[in-house]
């Protein structure tokens, strides 16, 4: 899927990042914020939207936003705990 229809913005108030495809909700990432940890500890991709690969763009986008933010992860939903294993480059970021 091209990444030019995809965008994942950040709801601070619902506390999670939402993956857009064509301007409609196809997704997210949750997390409950613990002091200066972020517990990423449920991702959803919508069933219409599932195997298209679109849950890479979102957990790479959230934890991206969450290093600039100065924050580090807690992967407790093991679709972040496997990104992070297989995308080495964050795990700096486990708390």
């Not at 965008?7 to 064509?22: C, E, F, G, N, W």
């Not at 679109?54 to 972040?80: H, K, M, N, Q, Y």
């Amino acid at each position: 899927m091209s990444t030019e229809n995809i965008s994942v913005t950040h709801d601070i108030d619902a506390s999670r990042y939402v993956l857009q495809v064509d301007g409609t909700v196809a997704g997210y990432a949750a997390y409950v914020q613990l002091g200066g940890v972020r517990d990423f500890n449920h991702t959803v991709v919508d069933p219409a939207f599932r195997g298209q690969g679109l849950s890479a763009p979102l957990i790479s986008a959230a934890l991206d936003a969450t290093r600039a933010e100065g924050f580090g992860v807690l992967p407790s939903c093991s679709a972040v705990e496997a990104f992070i294993a297989k995308n080495p480059g964050y795990a700096d970021l486990v708390q």
